[in-house]
């Protein structure tokens, strides 16, 4: 039976960058690095110029999630956009059905979005053609995008129920597995296992990374919020450039 990990035979380090390009099998194989303050900095350069086509990314976004929502809701019984409001925790989400069916709905459906939005940060990180409609680029894909997003969801709930440690590894380690599916063409579960196996490797590191950036969304919002203007954009790319680290360029 043939590894489902194994790398394909493309070369996928060429270009421009040279060695900053990873790969399938170099990511498994834990060969790359994460430099925080070297991220951060190249992303604060590769976001000039593309800061438009990251908002806009953004707010269609956000656009397309508040319809889904919205939908949903018809369906559900579940209105989050009333006078009222009504919360859905974590915990209701697991015990009441219109409220697990709810997020179900809009898990499934939102997977392409967030996947088109990671994408923008990947191909400004690679150098590759961008804008922002890129969002609504991968409803073609939703079906192995929903069964992953679902199966990262259960799983990463499993995690926090077992002690909280386990899922707070796999909120870390699951965190590229939708634009794997996208870009390399990897099934749910190889994707999610493809992502997990890699970053485990650096784990730490990602971790780190991630931290920093929370604390730079953090400080974008509290420059009364102006900041965000760039604090997104670098996150998103920082983002991208991780990826590109560890895994490369598209498949051809």
């Given at each position: 039976?043939s590894?489902?990990?194994?790398?394909?035979?493309?070369?996928?380090?060429?270009?421009?960058?040279?060695?900053?390009?990873?790969?399938?099998?170099?990511?498994?194989?834990?060969?790359?690095?994460?430099?925080?303050?070297?991220?951060?900095?190249?992303?604060?350069?590769?976001?000039?110029?593309?800061?438009?086509?990251?908002?806009?990314?953004?707010?269609?976004?956000?656009?397309?999630?508040?319809?889904?929502?919205?939908?949903?809701?018809?369906?559900?019984?579940?209105?989050?956009?009333?006078?009222?409001?009504?919360?859905?925790?974590?915990?209701?989400?697991?015990?009441?059905?219109?409220?697990?069916?709810?997020?179900?709905?809009?898990?499934?459906?939102?997977?392409?979005?967030?996947?088109?939005?990671?994408?923008?940060?990947?191909?400004?990180?690679?150098?590759?053609v961008?804008?922002?409609s890129?969002?609504?680029?991968?409803?073609?894909?939703?079906?192995?995008?929903?069964?992953?997003?679902?199966?990262?969801?259960?799983?990463?709930?499993?995690?926090?129920?077992?002690l909280?440690?386990?899922?707070?590894?796999?909120?870390?380690?699951?965190?590229?597995?939708?634009?794997?599916?996208?870009?390399?063409?990897?099934?749910?579960?190889?994707?999610?296992?493809?992502?997990?196996?890699a970053?485990?490797?650096h784990?730490?590191?990602?971790f780190?990374?991630?931290?920093?950036?929370?604390?730079?969304?953090?400080?974008?919002a509290?420059?009364?919020?102006?900041?965000?203007?760039?604090?997104?954009?670098?996150?998103?790319?920082?983002?991208?450039?991780?990826?590109?680290?560890?895994?490369?360029?598209?498949?051809?």
């Amino acid at each position: 039976m043939s590894d489902i990990y194994q790398a394909p035979e493309a070369e996928l380090t060429s270009g421009e960058h040279g060695g900053e390009y990873g790969s399938l099998e170099k990511g498994l194989a834990g060969d790359y690095s994460l430099p925080i303050g070297g991220i951060l900095s190249e992303a604060w350069r590769r976001i000039s110029g593309n800061k438009g086509s990251i908002w806009l990314g953004v707010l269609l976004y956000i656009f397309a999630y508040v319809i889904v929502d919205f939908i949903a809701g018809m369906f559900t019984g579940i209105n989050n956009w009333s006078a009222e409001g009504t919360s859905v925790s974590v915990t209701s989400s697991i015990t009441d059905g219109p409220s697990l069916l709810h997020q179900l709905i809009i898990t499934a459906v939102t997977a392409p979005l967030t996947a088109g939005l990671m994408m923008i940060g990947i191909k400004i990180a690679r150098d590759e053609v961008v804008s922002g409609s890129i969002v609504y680029s991968y409803f073609d894909k939703i079906v192995p995008l929903a069964i992953c997003s679902i199966l990262m969801g259960i799983l990463i709930v499993i995690g926090f129920i077992l002690l909280v440690l386990p899922g707070i590894y796999l909120s870390i380690a699951y965190m590229l597995a939708l634009p794997l599916i996208v870009d390399k063409g990897l099934g749910p579960w190889e994707a999610l296992e493809t992502s997990r196996k890699a970053i485990t490797k650096h784990w730490f590191a990602f971790f780190g990374l991630g931290i920093v950036c929370i604390l730079v969304y953090l400080a974008g919002a509290l420059a009364l919020m102006i900041g965000l203007i760039w604090a997104i954009p670098t996150v998103m790319v920082a983002g991208g450039i991780a990826y590109r680290n560890i895994f490369g360029r598209a498949e051809d």
